[in-house]
Protein backbone atom coordinates (compact mmCIF):
# COMPACT_ATOMS: atom_id res chain seq x y z
CA UNK A 1 0.00 0.00 0.00
CA UNK A 2 1.16 3.63 -0.62
CA UNK A 3 1.95 5.77 2.49
CA UNK A 4 0.43 8.88 3.34
CA UNK A 5 1.08 11.35 0.59
CA UNK A 6 1.50 15.26 1.40
CA UNK A 7 1.43 18.14 -0.93
CA UNK A 8 3.55 20.56 -1.69
CA UNK A 9 6.52 19.12 0.37
CA UNK A 10 7.50 23.22 0.69
CA UNK A 11 5.65 26.54 0.61
CA UNK A 12 6.81 29.79 0.84
CA UNK A 13 4.40 32.72 1.60
CA UNK A 14 4.48 36.16 2.72
CA UNK A 15 2.59 37.24 6.29
CA UNK A 16 -1.01 37.85 5.51
CA UNK A 17 -1.28 35.44 2.82
CA UNK A 18 -3.38 32.16 2.84
CA UNK A 19 -2.41 28.38 2.39
CA UNK A 20 -4.16 25.19 1.85
CA UNK A 21 -2.44 21.94 2.26
CA UNK A 22 -3.25 18.72 0.81
CA UNK A 23 -2.80 14.95 2.45
CA UNK A 24 -3.58 12.11 0.97
CA UNK A 25 -4.13 9.10 3.66
CA UNK A 26 -3.40 5.24 3.19
CA UNK A 27 -6.04 3.49 1.14
CA UNK A 28 -8.71 2.37 3.38
CA UNK A 29 -7.99 4.66 6.19
CA UNK A 30 -10.97 7.37 7.23
CA UNK A 31 -9.10 9.48 9.78
CA UNK A 32 -7.41 11.89 9.20
CA UNK A 33 -5.29 13.91 11.78
CA UNK A 34 -3.29 17.49 11.48
CA UNK A 35 -0.02 18.61 13.52
CA UNK A 36 2.05 21.28 13.76
CA UNK A 37 5.63 20.77 14.27
CA UNK A 38 8.13 23.49 15.08
CA UNK A 39 11.30 24.38 17.00
CA UNK A 40 9.85 25.75 19.88
CA UNK A 41 5.97 23.99 20.43
CA UNK A 42 7.27 21.08 19.00
CA UNK A 43 4.17 18.22 18.00
CA UNK A 44 0.96 19.82 18.24
CA UNK A 45 -2.49 18.48 17.02
CA UNK A 46 -4.37 20.55 14.90
CA UNK A 47 -7.73 18.81 14.31
CA UNK A 48 -9.02 15.15 13.17
CA UNK A 49 -11.12 14.44 10.26
CA UNK A 50 -13.68 11.24 10.12
CA UNK A 51 -16.39 10.85 7.42
CA UNK A 52 -16.00 14.49 6.02
CA UNK A 53 -16.27 16.01 10.09
CA UNK A 54 -14.50 17.26 12.13
CA UNK A 55 -14.17 15.30 15.35
CA UNK A 56 -11.32 16.82 17.36
CA UNK A 57 -10.04 19.84 17.83
CA UNK A 58 -6.73 21.21 19.16
CA UNK A 59 -5.80 24.82 20.90
CA UNK A 60 -5.28 26.27 17.62
CA UNK A 61 -6.64 29.99 16.35
CA UNK A 62 -9.59 30.09 14.05
CA UNK A 63 -6.89 30.93 11.48
CA UNK A 64 -7.02 27.47 11.05
CA UNK A 65 -9.25 25.42 9.36
CA UNK A 66 -9.35 21.79 7.59
CA UNK A 67 -11.66 19.61 5.45
CA UNK A 68 -12.10 16.55 4.77
CA UNK A 69 -13.64 14.96 1.10
CA UNK A 70 -15.97 11.67 0.45
CA UNK A 71 -12.44 9.93 -0.36
CA UNK A 72 -10.98 10.57 3.09
CA UNK A 73 -8.30 12.99 1.05
CA UNK A 74 -8.55 16.24 3.50
CA UNK A 75 -6.78 19.44 3.36
CA UNK A 76 -5.94 22.25 5.77
CA UNK A 77 -6.55 26.02 5.21
CA UNK A 78 -4.58 28.70 7.18
CA UNK A 79 -5.55 32.50 6.60
CA UNK A 80 -3.55 35.44 7.44
CA UNK A 81 -0.36 33.81 7.79
CA UNK A 82 1.74 35.15 10.50
CA UNK A 83 5.64 34.80 11.10
CA UNK A 84 4.80 32.16 13.61
CA UNK A 85 2.99 29.74 11.73
CA UNK A 86 6.15 28.42 10.13
CA UNK A 87 6.64 24.93 10.98
CA UNK A 88 6.80 21.23 9.52
CA UNK A 89 2.94 20.07 8.88
CA UNK A 90 2.43 16.90 9.51
CA UNK A 91 -1.17 14.33 8.11
CA UNK A 92 -1.39 11.20 9.92
CA UNK A 93 -4.13 8.43 8.74
CA UNK A 94 -5.48 5.71 10.66
CA UNK A 95 -7.91 3.35 9.79
CA UNK A 96 -10.62 4.28 12.06
CA UNK A 97 -9.36 7.00 14.36
CA UNK A 98 -10.34 4.83 17.28
CA UNK A 99 -8.00 4.51 20.39
CA UNK A 100 -5.62 1.52 19.39
CA UNK A 101 -4.72 2.57 15.82
CA UNK A 102 -2.16 3.16 14.65
CA UNK A 103 -1.77 6.95 13.17
CA UNK A 104 0.95 6.55 10.21
CA UNK A 105 2.44 10.05 9.38
CA UNK A 106 3.60 11.24 5.42
CA UNK A 107 6.64 13.59 5.03
CA UNK A 108 4.77 16.90 5.94
CA UNK A 109 4.92 20.04 4.66
CA UNK A 110 7.79 22.54 5.60
CA UNK A 111 5.70 26.06 5.74
CA UNK A 112 7.93 29.12 5.67
CA UNK A 113 6.36 32.54 6.48
CA UNK A 114 8.15 35.25 5.09
CA UNK B 1 -4.95 16.21 30.70
CA UNK B 2 -2.51 14.16 29.17
CA UNK B 3 1.07 14.66 29.16
CA UNK B 4 4.32 13.00 27.83
CA UNK B 5 7.72 13.66 29.28
CA UNK B 6 11.02 12.70 28.03
CA UNK B 7 13.89 13.74 29.96
CA UNK B 8 16.81 13.98 28.23
CA UNK B 9 16.61 15.86 24.86
CA UNK B 10 20.01 13.98 23.50
CA UNK B 11 21.51 10.40 24.57
CA UNK B 12 25.03 9.47 22.88
CA UNK B 13 25.66 5.70 22.78
CA UNK B 14 28.53 3.79 21.13
CA UNK B 15 27.72 1.49 18.45
CA UNK B 16 27.22 -2.41 19.44
CA UNK B 17 25.88 -0.34 23.04
CA UNK B 18 22.23 -0.90 24.64
CA UNK B 19 20.33 2.18 24.39
CA UNK B 20 17.16 3.28 26.62
CA UNK B 21 15.05 6.35 25.34
CA UNK B 22 13.17 7.59 28.32
CA UNK B 23 9.26 8.36 28.47
CA UNK B 24 7.06 8.98 31.37
CA UNK B 25 3.32 9.80 31.12
CA UNK B 26 0.55 10.80 32.78
CA UNK B 27 -3.40 10.34 31.50
CA UNK B 28 -6.54 10.26 33.73
CA UNK B 29 -7.55 6.56 32.52
CA UNK B 30 -5.69 3.64 30.99
CA UNK B 31 -2.94 5.03 28.28
CA UNK B 32 -2.04 3.81 24.46
CA UNK B 33 1.21 4.89 24.36
CA UNK B 34 3.53 5.29 21.06
CA UNK B 35 6.87 5.51 19.80
CA UNK B 36 7.89 6.85 16.57
CA UNK B 37 10.97 7.80 15.12
CA UNK B 38 11.92 10.91 12.59
CA UNK B 39 15.11 11.66 10.32
CA UNK B 40 15.66 14.58 8.58
CA UNK B 41 13.51 15.77 6.88
CA UNK B 42 11.09 13.57 6.93
CA UNK B 43 7.93 12.72 8.53
CA UNK B 44 7.30 9.89 11.39
CA UNK B 45 7.86 6.97 11.27
CA UNK B 46 5.95 4.38 13.81
CA UNK B 47 8.03 2.21 15.88
CA UNK B 48 5.45 0.41 18.31
CA UNK B 49 2.31 0.79 20.33
CA UNK B 50 1.38 -0.85 23.78
CA UNK B 51 -2.10 -1.02 24.16
CA UNK B 52 -2.77 -4.19 26.91
CA UNK B 53 -1.31 -7.21 27.81
CA UNK B 54 2.02 -7.66 28.17
CA UNK B 55 4.48 -5.24 29.26
CA UNK B 56 7.33 -5.58 27.11
CA UNK B 57 5.96 -4.13 23.56
CA UNK B 58 8.46 -5.53 20.38
CA UNK B 59 8.65 -3.42 17.18
CA UNK B 60 10.58 -2.41 14.39
CA UNK B 61 14.18 -2.44 14.00
CA UNK B 62 14.90 -4.49 16.94
CA UNK B 63 13.35 -1.44 19.48
CA UNK B 64 11.27 -2.92 22.35
CA UNK B 65 9.66 -0.74 25.10
CA UNK B 66 8.92 -1.73 28.53
CA UNK B 67 5.54 -0.37 29.98
CA UNK B 68 5.48 0.21 33.96
CA UNK B 69 1.89 1.46 35.01
CA UNK B 70 3.69 1.90 38.55
CA UNK B 71 6.42 4.14 37.12
CA UNK B 72 3.87 5.28 34.48
CA UNK B 73 6.99 5.33 32.44
CA UNK B 74 7.20 3.74 29.02
CA UNK B 75 10.69 3.47 28.21
CA UNK B 76 12.62 3.03 24.84
CA UNK B 77 15.24 0.21 24.32
CA UNK B 78 17.43 -1.36 21.76
CA UNK B 79 20.20 -4.52 22.49
CA UNK B 80 22.36 -3.01 20.44
CA UNK B 81 22.62 0.35 18.30
CA UNK B 82 23.48 1.02 15.10
CA UNK B 83 24.90 4.70 13.65
CA UNK B 84 21.92 4.41 11.46
CA UNK B 85 19.70 4.51 14.03
CA UNK B 86 21.13 8.02 15.06
CA UNK B 87 17.41 10.16 14.88
CA UNK B 88 14.88 12.06 16.97
CA UNK B 89 12.73 9.73 18.74
CA UNK B 90 9.52 11.08 20.36
CA UNK B 91 7.12 9.22 22.81
CA UNK B 92 3.47 9.93 22.41
CA UNK B 93 0.50 8.56 24.55
CA UNK B 94 -3.24 8.76 24.02
CA UNK B 95 -6.02 8.95 26.45
CA UNK B 96 -8.69 6.45 25.85
CA UNK B 97 -11.35 9.16 26.46
CA UNK B 98 -9.60 11.98 24.09
CA UNK B 99 -10.61 10.55 21.09
CA UNK B 100 -7.72 10.15 17.73
CA UNK B 101 -5.21 13.11 19.77
CA UNK B 102 -1.70 12.00 20.08
CA UNK B 103 0.21 13.74 22.58
CA UNK B 104 3.99 14.07 21.98
CA UNK B 105 6.58 14.58 24.28
CA UNK B 106 9.53 17.12 22.95
CA UNK B 107 11.60 14.32 21.94
CA UNK B 108 15.24 12.86 22.49
CA UNK B 109 17.98 12.75 20.03
CA UNK B 110 19.62 9.78 19.84
CA UNK B 111 23.26 9.98 18.82
CA UNK B 112 24.70 6.58 17.94
CA UNK B 113 29.07 6.95 17.43
CA UNK B 114 31.16 4.03 15.68
Known amino acids: KAGVTQTPRYLIKTRGQQVTLSCSPI?????VSWYQQTPGQGLQFLFE???????NKGNFPGRFSGRQFSNSRSEMNVSTLELGDSALYLC?????????????FGPGTRLTVL | AQSVAQPEDQVNVAEGNPLTVKCTYSVSGNPYLFWYVQYPNRGLQFLLK??????LVKGSYGFEAEFNKSQTSFHLKKPSALVSDSALYFCAVRDKNAGNMLTFGGGTRLMVKP
Open chain 2, 50 to 55: YITGDN
Open chain 1, 92 to 104: ASSVLGAGTDTQY
Open chain 1, 49 to 55: YFSETQR
Open chain 1, 27 to 31: SGHRS
